[in-house]
């Protein structure tokens, strides 16, 4: 089996992205030494109608999101976790600049996310990360069951 040694999973809020996130806890512990980079884009196609404070209100709660999730991480045993916060396309970002600036081998992504319009009209976040990926990508669909012992 393949060692990952830098796993990028991008969560946007959702559902399905906390899914992803917590099966990239899993898959970091099992590939020792191997880096956990957190990354949410903020669309900034979302944002061109509103004012200021819009776009800094969505950088504040992505700063508190992988917060929270990087100390939990760290918490169940991750040894390296870093968090990035980006604006841009996501669809473009995460495969491109952002799984470069990684050193990405895996990208974990929740199958779905928050924009349903924009899936709808252009075809989902995961859709265009298994398309254009040049590592591994890990689409989650479900939450993370763990056995019964």
Same mark, same amino acid.
């Given at each position: 089996?393949?060692?990952?040694? %830098? =796993?990028?999973?991008? #969560? ?8 992803? *996130?917590?099966?990239? &806890?899993? #898959?970091?512990? +099992?590939?020792?030494? %191997? #880096?956990?980079?957190?990354?949410? =884009? =903020?669309?900034?196609?979302? *944002?061109?109608?509103?004012?200021? %404070? /819009? /776009?800094? +209100?969505?950088?504040? @709660? ?5 917060? !929270? ?7 169940? !045993? ?5 968090? &990035?916060?980006?604006?841009? %396309? ?5 495969? !491109? ?22 899936? *709808?009209?252009?075809? @989902?976040? @995961?859709?265009?990360?298994? +398309? @254009? ?17």
């Amino acid at each position: 089996m393949d060692h990952y040694k %830098s =796993i990028l999973v991008a #969560v946007d809020g959702s559902k399905e992205a906390e899914y992803a *996130f917590r099966k990239s &806890i899993d #898959v970091a512990k +099992r590939n020792k030494n %191997s #880096v956990l980079t957190i990354i949410n =884009i =903020i669309n900034t196609r979302s *944002f061109e109608a509103y004012d200021r %404070s /819009v /776009v800094e +209100r969505a950088q504040k @709660s992505a700063e508190e999101l992988l917060n !929270g999730y990087k100390s939990q991480a760290e918490y169940e !045993g991750v040894k390296t976790v870093k968090v &990035i916060i980006e604006y841009g %396309s996501p669809k473009t970002m995460i495969t !491109g600049e952002m799984a470069n600036l990684a050193k990405a081998d895996l990208i974990m992504c929740g199958a779905t996310g928050l924009n349903a319009v924009e899936r *709808f009209l252009t075809g @989902s976040v @995961s859709e265009a990360i298994v +398309r @254009s990926a040049n590592c591994d990508v890990l689409v989650i669909r479900r939450p993370v069951l763990h056995a019964v012992k």
